[in-house]
């Protein structure tokens, strides 16, 4: 069973930078397509950025283009999303999720396209 465990939350000024981690267990992680989903009190959970299996590709959603990077190391498990230049509109709990199936690509774009959903991490960006 996919099991996905967020940490590096917390509360940051605005215009400061967090850099989240995801470590994977019970699956093959090099072999599957990664996400990062938010969702903020009252707003639709979004699609942050996705990565390919090899890191080869990468997808963002527009407002964090330019200011957020996702990659990850295969050798141990881990995805990382660096945020910069946050604003307070970021604030959200933040999910790491695997695709369903390995090799995904195109990158999927809607949540039921994912899986593995845990507590997440709250990050808080204040003005």
């Known amino acids: 069973q996919v099991q996905l465990s967020e940490s590096g939350g917390g509360l940051v000024q605005a215009g400061g930078s967090l850099t989240l981690s995801c470590a994977a267990s019970?699956?093959?992680?090099?072999?599957?397509?990664m996400g990062w989903f938010r969702q903020a009190p009252g707003k639709e959970r979004e699609l942050v950025a996705s990565i390919t299996w090899n890191g080869n590709s990468v997808e963002y959603t527009d407002s964090v283009k330019g200011r957020f990077t996702v990659s990850r190391d295969n050798t141990k498990n881990l995805m990382y999303l660096q945020m910069n230049s946050l604003r307070p509109e970021d604030s959200a709990v933040y999910y790491c999720?695997?695709?369903?199936?390995?090799?995904?690509?195109?990158?999927?774009?809607?949540?039921?396209?994912?899986?593995?959903w845990g507590q997440g991490t709250q990050v808080t960006v204040f003005s």
């Open positions: 019970g699956f093959s992680f090099s072999s599957y397509s």
């Open positions: 999720v695997s695709t369903r199936g390995q090799y995904r690509y195109p990158l999927p774009r809607i949540r039921d396209e994912y899986d593995g």
